[in-house]
């Protein structure tokens, strides 16, 4: 299985991750595929956008790196892509990270991002730009609402979702439209 986990910048992913690989059982069944160490150690991108203050990926060339590192993974090992382009890569389901947008403000706010930034991600969580983006590439969506949650708990539910659908089942709780920050939207 290859689970794509996406979510806007700040919601958390690399966080989760940290939370399968140091956890002694599930860091043997889950292999991480972090997304954004790859395009910069293997120069995926096509240079800095300065306006967006962010690099432009090249997701064919990112694509087949993940290819590549995957067909080096054991069969049976399970298989997460971390990161927020991970949505557009091919996979069997695509888990989106959510969080309220007023903490998505704290956070990168702290990461030192300018504020048109901070405020960019922001409002494109507040308008669920990432998971539309994820159902639109991928049949097979979940999302986690994360608030108040703590890394630990958005790991178990990363790996009750890819368990539930190994096993045949729907995980309703995930499903698209769970998590609604409407009344958020004027921040
Ligand atoms: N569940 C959580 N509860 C509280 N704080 C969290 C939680 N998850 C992450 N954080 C904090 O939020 C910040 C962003 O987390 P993290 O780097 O994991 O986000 P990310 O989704 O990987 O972002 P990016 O897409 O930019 O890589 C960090 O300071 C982290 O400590
Ligand atoms: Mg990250």
């Not at 069969?75 to 989106?96: K, N, Q, R, T, Y």
Request: negative net charge.
């Amino acid at each position: 299985m290859i689970a794509a986990l996406t979510g806007t910048p700040g919601t958390g992913k690399t966080s989760v991750c940290t939370a399968i690989r140091e956890s002694p059982e599930f860091s043997i069944q889950y292999r991480i595929i972090d997304l954004n160490e790859l395009v910069f150690s293997d120069g995926l991108h096509t240079g800095k956008d300065d306006v967006r203050d962010s690099y432009a990926v090249d997701i064919g060339k990112l694509e087949n790196k993940v290819k590549q590192e995957t067909s080096l993974i054991p069969a049976g090992v399970d298989i997460i892509m971390e990161g927020h382009l991970s949505h557009f890569l091919p996979a069997d389901i695509v888990i989106v990270l959510r969080a309220e947008p007023r903490e998505i403000m704290e956070r990168l706010g702290k990461r030192n991002y300018s504020t048109g930034k901070t405020r960019e991600n922001a409002d494109a969580e507040a308008l669920d730009v990432i998971l539309v983006e994820s159902v639109e590439m991928c049949g097979n969506v979940f999302e986690i609402n994360t608030t108040g949650k703590s890394p630990q708990d958005v790991a178990i539910c990363v790996v009750s979702i890819i368990e539930s659908v190994k096993n045949g089942k729907n995980p309703e709780e995930f499903l698209p439209g769970n998590v609604n920050w409407i009344e958020q939207a004027g921040l």
